[in-house]
């Protein structure tokens, strides 16, 4: 069988056959991390294929680049002292879990601060582009998406500081870059504004994805993954609307989630096939079923203390938050990815976090009786177009912050 054959098989699989599945309330995210496990069974090493590899690159990346642009810091300020709250709290326990990783795993600190991210952190973009579908209050989605949007800044500063603490002069050299990625990212785009797309209309969705593609293969040489740049690079985007409309247009904002929706099966089939044969034990699912019974319940029991506490909400609708939080696929696929490659974590503990993240995808598609979906092009609220507000957090209308 030729290998065009064979590509154009793949690519028929991982769009259409995972579609059919949500039906049965199965993400389509986790039938495309099962096909890359069942071809890694079946074909070993062979199942690695540079092809895969690179789509897989550039779904990962555009979809943190289009996680980026859906920031909108007006909204985050409106929310500002309950989010600085639910960091400090979102902070205690990445530390607490990463110290007793630490302390009873045996685990080096670094690869105990990733398990903590990687259990603990939030999949925004995931999160995110499911809101709609979820019957949640335009309140309850605007806490969604604040407290997914704030934990995600967390874990990625969380992420370059553990990643580069081991060697503090590398760290400071990859600190220093990665300001001047910050700082050269903006003159970038400006440029490419006033020199390029005057000349080439409608070029601003290339330009975007290039820059995000380039800025995301900076923080990679750098040693902190291709998702930290891409959402910088949709970040800076983002805070240039004023100045630069196009680039973060609703049409290059949907442009993008189309780009997206092609190229992010390709990234869980590409994890699937990374997965060892040996985290496919009893021992990894006993461990993975014991993390989910510690760690998910005590993560949707903090948030839900949260909003009791500090909005006197109803049981119900805290709970309704703190459940439609508990997705954490793509981080952590990223980071057991990192630990394994990195800090040569055991097989089981690695089959564990994927359970582990295969459960906590799977939760709020039961108890909502929706399919979460980490594909970007969902159902758009109602009257957006044209005048449309340019990324999702602005469809949530304004909520007044009540102490």
Not at 128 to 152: N, P, Q
Request: charged share 10%.
């Amino acid at each position: 069988m030729s290998h065009e054959l064979i590509y154009l098989l793949l690519i028929f699989a991982l769009l259409v056959i995972p579609r059919a599945l949500q039906r049965f309330s199965l993400p389509a995210p986790l039938t495309c991390l099962l096909f890359g496990i069942i071809a890694m069974l079946w074909l070993g090493e062979r199942s690695h294929d540079a092809v895969i590899g690179l789509l897989a690159t550039l779904g990962i990346s555009s979809l943190f680049l289009f996680a980026g642009l859906e920031v909108d810091l007006a909204a985050l300020r409106r929310g500002l002292w309950p989010l600085l709250a639910h960091l400090v709290i979102r902070s205690a326990t990445l530390f607490g879990v990463g110290w007793l990783a630490w302390r009873y795993a045996g685990l080096p600190w670094q690869a105990a601060g990733l398990l903590a991210l990687a259990l603990l952190t939030p999949s925004t973009g995931f999160i995110m582009d499911s809101l709609s579908r979820l019957g949640l209050s335009e309140d309850e989605r605007f806490w969604v998406t604040s407290k997914a949007i704030a934990g995600e800044l967390l874990a990625l500063a969380a992420l370059f500081v553990v990643l580069q603490a081991g060697d503090p002069w590398h760290m400071a050299m990859s600190s220093s870059a990665l300001l001047a990625m910050m700082v050269g990212l903006p003159l970038l785009f400006i440029a490419l504004g006033r020199w390029v797309a005057p000349h080439a209309p409608g070029s601003e969705f290339s330009l975007l994805v290039m820059v995000g593609m380039v800025a995301a293969y900076i923080t990679y040489v750098l040693g902190v993954y291709y998702l930290v740049g891409a959402f910088i690079a949709g970040l800076v985007a983002r805070l240039l609307h004023q100045r630069m409309p196009l680039l973060a247009s609703h049409e290059n904002l949907h442009a993008l989630r189309l780009f997206a929706s092609f190229f992010v099966p390709f990234y869980f089939f590409n994890a699937g096939t990374k997965v060892p044969s040996e985290a496919l034990s009893f021992e990894a699912l006993g461990l993975g079923v014991v993390i989910t019974m510690v760690v998910l319940p005590l993560r949707i029991a903090v948030v839900w203390l949260q909003r009791r506490v500090m909005f006197g909400e109803s049981f119900r609708s805290s709970l309704r938050v703190s459940l439609a939080l508990a997705p954490t696929l793509i981080f952590t696929l990223v980071l057991a990815a990192i630990m394994r490659e990195r800090f040569q974590i055991p097989a089981v503990l690695f089959g564990a976090l994927l359970l582990y993240a295969a459960l906590t995808t799977l939760l709020p598609s039961l108890v909502f009786r929706t399919p979460f979906d980490v594909d970007p092009v969902e159902q758009e609220p109602a009257g957006e177009g044209e005048g449309a507000p340019v990324a999702a957090t602005e469809v949530i209308a304004p909520v007044p912050v009540r102490d």
